[in-house]
């Protein structure tokens, strides 16, 4: 097909499809690099230097870049942080955003702290699919884990995305040996009689974040034990789903496995990062960023951005670097680029 047919199409233009001929058409957006957790496989325990706002994108910077990805092929975008609620600005961008025409999932990534008040009115105003972020069931382990005791907030905030219709509301769990890998059954119970998602996440390493491979439970290990007490039924999903899902038999609920440690699923990676102060980065391990906020306050026109970001895609890796050599490698604390 030729480039001019692609884009007639509304297929994603040459410029999100790579050398190894993955197309891209999911944008994930860091809003900000702020938290009101401090979870310590994130966030370095010293903390980070936060991005001082004028350096952040703006609310008409980030409208402005969603839409070039959005006419370049893009038809999901995910927003993230730090933590996206704590952005003053957020339902005007969802408002903006989800009325960007060929966008069809706009999603959100959150700790959940104060989604009780926003579930429904971030609904009304565009957002389709909410993931809430928990690890624990227990208040004691919530406050180790992420040093805040929000624990109560947060399982209001389930409630009211789950009031508020989202369907599913999805729960990321990062599964660490010896912190929380106890709880596994616990979760996938909780979801029995609700539409839930629970996604089990295998621990990744980051700057600062003290991984290291024995605190991974790979995702075999964690079916093998589930499947001692329930039949799991696997769902099908988009080919460049991050997840691998499955219905348990008699549940409501579902559960996931996002497997980048011992499965990983770069070879249908579809996926492009925002950071919240506008750089491109292609790979969630890759150190390779390109600013797109420079070209824009220098003037740039779409056609300047819409040249970068095909440069960038043009020079993506296949794969990520084996697990244990990521943990060497160079690369922002993971509450800086957004999961
Ligand atoms: N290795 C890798 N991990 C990813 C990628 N995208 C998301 N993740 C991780 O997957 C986990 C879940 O991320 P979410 O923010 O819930 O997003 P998602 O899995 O794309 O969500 P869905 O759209 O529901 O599939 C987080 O730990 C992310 O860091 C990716 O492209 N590569
Ligand atoms: C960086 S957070 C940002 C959004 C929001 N603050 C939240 O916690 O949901 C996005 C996702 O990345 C996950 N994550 C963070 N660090 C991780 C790590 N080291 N390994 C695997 N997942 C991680 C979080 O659990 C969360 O689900
Ligand atoms: S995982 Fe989310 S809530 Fe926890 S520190 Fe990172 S950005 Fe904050
Ligand atoms: S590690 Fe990089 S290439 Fe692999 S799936 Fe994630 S973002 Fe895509």
Redesign the pocket.
Known sequence: MSYAALKLSNEPARGLIDRFGRRHS?L?VSLTDRCNLRCGYCMPPEGITVTPKPQLLDENEVVRVASVFVRMGVD?I?L?GGEPLVRKDLDAIVARLGALPGLS?L?M?SNGITLGERAASLRAAGLN?L?ISLDTLKRDRFLDITKRDKFDAVMEGIEAALAAGYAPV?I?M?VMRGVNDDEIEDFVAWAQDRPLQI?F?EY?PFPGNHWHSAGVVGWNEIRERLETRWKLAPIAVHPS???KEFQLVGHQGSIGF?T?MTD??CGT?N?LRLTSDGNLKTC??SPAEQSLRDIMRAGGDDAALEAQIGRAVGLKQAA?APMEELARLGNRA?IEIG?
């Open positions: 999911y994930r999901k995910r993230t999932v999603a990534t699919a993931t999805k990321n990062v996604r996440i990744m789903a991050v997840a996002v980048s990983s699923f990676c996926r969630l391990f990520h993971m999961g």
